[in-house]
């Protein structure tokens, strides 16, 4: 499978200490796997990593109703382990196991001012997407602090983020700019490691997400896979079998060009050229998918084989993220008279 590349901010050497995190929202997903996940197998190789489960965050739009947030972490976990995340290699740990990121959010809260929250992109974004819903809250507005908590927590030097991620990165480096004028050099601002990973599409076209409900998971069955690759939109000028098409205006195709790269010119000549039809397309698609997630799914049932496993694996990971956490946050607490 192809999978996207790290940059780095010009001018900065490799990080050696990583932070990312999920919010747990479900099962993984394709989306998840070239946006983040592949990086993050490679990073675990590089450098000292944490991985965490943000399940604050996913409060912060999803409060009504946390019941299956416990359900939605173990999911995860076991995702992770079952794509090759490995507990030795990196810190796994649950948002909610470390009380002292909402400590060091409460103290970083009072010093950031209100307008810098107001300015970040996705805040009006997120409310237009999620109209109808009840999210204008203190801690859907104060989110990039939480976020800029969890990665200074740990003293983090590299995010792994989209470009459309950039903006919180650096409220982040902004707030640690803002600390230090205030209290003392203490933090380094962390550095954005950007990716270059290809935008997945889901089934309707639009940027796979569990939210929209377009989402081909790494854990579906065969048959499934094939039944919602067989639903995907593709070139609406194909309305026959014989009309050509534009591979271009074709999201089945965006997806070749991850699953088929060995024959993805001759995909593209026969979608030109009316050599076959959509569904023939959308088969092939389907078998590449879903031979490419077969380890991936054994492994996700030997591992649900194992009751408890994915919560042992968040009990390590808190051990190893805790003493360090403690270490931060007493120094932010001498630093602003609070010790």
């Not at 939480?146 to 903006?167: C, S, T, Y």
């Not at 569904?279 to 799914?297: H, P, T």
Request: net charge negative; glycine share 8%; hydrophobic share 35%.
């Amino acid at each position: 499978m192809a999978e996207g590349n790290i940059g780095r901010e010009e001018g900065e050497g490799l990080a050696t200490r990583i932070l990312t995190g999920y919010r747990p929202t479900g099962k993984l997903h394709l989306g998840h796997l070239h946006g983040n996940l592949l990086r993050m197998l490679e990073l675990q190789e590089e450098a000292e990593c944490f991985f965490f489960i943000a399940d604050w965050h996913a409060l912060t739009t999803d409060y009504q109703d946390p019941s299956r947030l416990r359900t939605f972490t173990e999911e995860m976990v076991l995702d992770w382990l079952a794509a090759g995340i490995d507990p030795d290699k990196a810190a796994i740990y649950r948002q909610s196991d470390l009380p002292e990121v909402a400590e060091f959010q409460l103290y970083l809260s009072m010093i950031t001012p209100l307008g810098w929250l107001e300015r970040v992109p996705s805040f009006k974004e997120q409310q237009e997407q999620l109209r109808g819903r009840e999210i204008a809250t203190h801690g859907f507005l104060g989110y990039p602090v939480l976020q800029a908590a969890d990665i200074l927590i740990v003293r983090a030097e590299g995010v792994p983020v989209g470009e459309d991620q950039l903006p919180h990165l650096e409220l982040t480096r902004e707030i640690v700019r803002r600390f230090n004028h205030l209290y003392g050099e203490t933090f380094a601002e962390p550095q954005s490691l950007l990716s270059t990973a290809p935008r997945i599409p889901g089934t309707d076209g639009r940027k796979m997400s569990k939210s929209y409900g377009n989402q081909i998971s790494l854990s579906d069955p065969p048959e499934e896979i094939r039944r919602k690759v067989l639903s995907m939109i593709t070139d609406p000028a194909r309305r026959t079998r014989r009309d050509p098409g534009d591979p271009g205006k074709c999201s089945v195709f965006e997806l070749h060009r991850l699953y088929t790269g060995d024959r993805v010119e001759e995909i593209a000549e026969k979608c030109r050229t009316a050599g076959w039809g959509c569904v023939e397309c959308k088969e092939v698609l389907a078998g590449r998918i879903s031979d490419s997630l077969r380890a991936f799914r054994e492994r996700r049932k030997e591992l649900e084989a194992r009751p408890g496993m994915a919560w042992q694996v968040l009990e390590s990971g808190l051990r190893k993220v805790q003493p360090i956490a403690r270490e931060v946050l007493g120094e932010v607490r001498r630093r602003m008279g609070m010790d």
